[in-house]
């Protein structure tokens, strides 16, 4: 059991401080209290939480949110690719830190939290919020394993949800035109029936390639940071084997051929990795104006719309949400609904036509 002693400072006389043994067998000491009754307050608070396996040394919560999220980014930095340490550490660096980083974690509430989550969802995308509230998050997570803090008041708060894009899907003619309008025909539709991103496909070598079973093994992926392609891994739960259709055989064998296993299967005309070029006068720009100009119909498409459009072909043409959740690399099938739901038909009529049959069956 701890003990309760007074001492006396020249400015504020008579205060009080605890003493008692970690759970470690160290000793502890706090200070500072101006009542013996508070003093015996947190000393009752101390050994409660001994008993319960939440001590938490109240120095140790007076680190900062600077001191552990440095270390934590350093720590994370190796486990993750490039590009989504780029973000992390722009999040980090534009809003958590300026905002947090001067805060003991044992300081930072709940409602701080969510009032800079809603002022930043004011001017910033839901990306954006919902990055810059999983780092806090996790770098609070460290602090609880440190026993520095017993509650991640950070962890799963509810922001403003994700705006669902106005995407634009092809349709199978409209993909061709596309093609037959572009410099990278056999990419173009590539793209539109595999739901491979951009980096992932750009970074297809031909090792990564069975022609016999038209399989497509996805394991790398190249990002762009700071403006330069910055090869690496995807995901663990991006990593994953797509088919495609046999009407691709010819371009994909095509895209193989003469070349070594370690040889990508689309190349810059420069020989480094292949780019949709500048958003207003690229190639892949170009080839959309070239669609509009003979379809008045014809929306303006980006490189990513080529993945909803996969998506969207795959759903018409009697996917299930879990076959598009493995083709398109989602974490959950929860991912692919939150997404795609509205394209998956509505089964009602057809499980209690379903129903009906059976009972009818079996009465």
């Known amino acids: 059991m701890g003990s309760v002693k007074s001492y006396t400072t020249k400015t504020k006389g008579r205060m009080y401080e605890v003493w008692y043994t970690k759970p470690d067998g160290s000793r502890g000491h706090d200070r500072g209290f101006k009542l013996k009754r508070d003093a015996e307050a947190h000393l009752a608070n101390v050994e409660v939480s001994k008993l319960k396996g939440a001590y938490v040394n109240r120095a140790d919560g007076k680190a900062t949110v600077s001191e552990l999220g440095t270390a934590w980014l350093e720590r994370h930095k190796a486990k993750i690719t490039a590009s989504s340490y780029h973000s992390v550490e722009s999040a980090w660096r534009i809003h958590v830190k300026p905002q947090w980083g001067d805060y003991a974690v044992g300081a930072v509430t709940k409602r701080d939290v969510e009032a800079w989550l809603t002022k930043l969802g004011e001017k910033r995308s839901h990306t954006t919020v919902a990055r810059a509230r999983d780092l806090l998050a996790g770098i609070l997570d460290d602090a609880i394993e440190d026993n520095r803090i017993t509650k991640n008041i950070a962890r799963g708060l509810v922001i403003k949800k994700k705006p669902i894009p106005d995407e634009v899907l092809l349709s199978h003619s409209q993909v061709e035109a596309l093609a037959k309008a572009s410099r990278y025909p056999d990419l173009v539709r590539f ?173």
């Open 191 to 363: 793209l539109a029936y595999t739901g491979l991103r951009w980096g992932e496909a750009t970074a297809l070598r031909v090792r990564n390639v069975d022609t016999a079973t038209r399989r497509i093994n996805v394991r790398e992926a190249v990002a762009e940071v700071n403006g330069k392609p910055v090869p690496g891994s995807v995901k663990s739960h991006e990593k994953r084997t797509v088919a495609y259709p046999d009407f691709l055989d010819d371009e994909i064998k095509k895209a193989c051929e003469a070349k070594g296993q370690e040889d990508r299967l689309w190349n810059s005309e420069e020989g480094g990795y292949l780019r949709p070029g500048n958003a207003k006068t690229g190639w892949f720009t170009g080839a959309v104006k070239r669609a509009q100009a003979s379809d008045k119909t014809f929306r303006r498409v980006t490189p990513h719309d080529l993945r909803h459009t996969a998506a969207s072909l795959a759903i018409s043409a009697g996917a299930n949400v879990k076959v598009v959740q493995r083709m398109l690399g989602h974490k959950s099938a929860k991912v692919t609904l939150d997404t795609y739901a509205a394209l998956f038909p509505d089964d009602l009529d057809n499980v209690v036509e379903a129903l009906s049959k059976q009972r009818a069956e079996q009465l």
